[in-house]
Nanobody
Framework: QVQLVESGGELVQAGGSLRLSCAAS????????MGWFRQAPGKEREFVAA????????YYEDSVKGRFTISRDNAKNTVYLQMNSLKPEDTAVYYC???????????????????WGQGTQVTVSS
């Protein structure tokens, strides 16, 4: 069993930056691919970014490419999402997810992931 706890969400002005963290316990993350998803009010959950177990492969949703960066520190059992040039449309609850497996392929669909955190709120004001 893996427990995931997100942190770092807050209110920020458009154009600003935030770094979200996802700390894991219960298992070491070096056998898990990790992903970030988000859900805005009244909308379905959507994929944001993911990284494979080693950090060698990443994938981003088109609207965040060039602005967001996913990274991981397996020694700290933590995954990060650096978000720059934030826009009001980035406002959402951001969720961290884990998928067991050492594959070079980066998962992108929510139902591929095995464990989820409780989420952290990101609000971007215009």
């Amino acid at each position: 069993q893996v427990q995931l706890v997100e942190s770092g969400g807050e209110l920020v002005q458009a154009g600003g930056s935030l770094r979200l963290s996802c700390a894991a316990s219960g298992r070491t993350l070096n056998t898990y691919a990790m992903g970030w998803f988000r859900q805005a009010p009244g909308k379905e959950r959507e994929f944001v970014a993911a990284i494979n177990w080693s950090g060698g492969s990443t994938y981003y949703e088109d609207s965040v490419k060039g602005r967001f960066t996913i990274s991981r520190d397996n020694a700290k059992n933590t995954v990060y999402l650096q978000m720059n040039s934030l826009k009001p449309e980035d406002t959402a609850v951001y969720y961290c997810a884990a998928k067991k497996g050492r594959s070079a392929v980066v998962p992108r669909m929510g139902d591929e992931f095995d464990y989820w955190g409780q989420g952290t709120q990101v609000t971007v004001s215009s």
